[in-house]
């Protein structure tokens, strides 16, 4: 399935290919406070429909994820990583979709302060 999304303000838009089967909640400093939803994908299914010079980009701790955010309106709508296979992936806020029942979606909670 195709989803679409955004930040706030559309300066950072995406499409992105797959199913959401579930989405993680993470408690390290950064992810509890923006209260992101992730869903992982294959990076190749993320596509940008607005250009890069829109994405600001912030790391931390062990710098191995890029946490990418609009400057305008501060949303997070995805991160950039590598799984523990070294496959380039994609974090996707699932709040940043558009049309999608979060109802729905089970939630895994990832202990991200012990990590």
Excluded at 58 to 75: P, R, S
């Amino acid at each position: 399935m195709k989803y679409t999304g955004s930040c706030h303000c559309g300066n950072i838009a995406f499409e992105v290919d797959g199913e959401v089967k579930g989405a993680m909640a993470c408690n390290c400093s950064l992810c509890q406070r923006k209260g992101a939803l992730m869903w992982f994908v294959p990076r190749v299914e993320l596509k940008l429909l607005t250009p890069e010079s829109a994405i600001h980009t912030y790391t931390f701790n062990k710098h191995v994820i890029k946490h990418h955010f609009c400057a305008t309106c501060g949303i997070h709508p995805y991160g950039e990583g590598v799984d523990p296979n070294g496959n380039a992936i994609a974090a996707i806020n699932i709040r940043c979709i558009e049309d999608i029942d979060l109802e729905s979606i089970q939630v895994q909670h990832y202990d991200g302060r012990s990590a």
